[in-house]
């Protein structure tokens, strides 16, 4: 069973930084595509960005593009989503996940198999 623990959340001043890490065990990580999602409250969740096993290959949701970088360290297990200029509308739980299979598409919820808890980022004005 693959496990998946995002870390470093927190509270931000818009214009800020914040680099969010999700550590991956239980799996042949590698192998995994990997998503980041946000969920605000009262909306539904959204995808941020997804990066493919090697690395080679990211795609970004439109809200987020040009402001946050996903990168991943296989040796480590970890993917990381670094994220500049936030905003205040960037406040949500944020949320790793994994896609063990191959898929057509990497936008969706159901695109994935493992999820972690999330991480809080709350961006203030």
């Known amino acids: 069973q693959v496990q998946l623990v995002e870390s470093g959340g927190g509270l931000v001043q818009a214009g800020g930084s914040l680099r969010l890490s999700c550590a991956a065990s239980?799996?042949?990580?590698?192998?995994?595509?990997m998503g980041w999602f946000r969920q605000a409250p009262g909306k539904v969740r959204e995808f941020v960005a997804a990066i493919a096993w090697s690395g080679g290959s990211t795609d970004y949701g439109d809200s987020v593009k040009g402001r946050f970088t996903s990168s991943r360290d296989n040796a480590k297990n970890t993917v990381n989503l670094q994220m500049n200029s936030l905003k205040p509308e960037d406040t949500a739980v944020y949320y790793c996940a994994a896609s063990e299979f191959i898929r057509r598409s990497h936008y969706l919820h159901s695109d994935y198999d493992y999820w972690g808890q999330g991480t809080q980022v709350t961006v203030s004005s």
């Open positions: 239980g799996g042949t990580f590698s192998r995994y595509t």
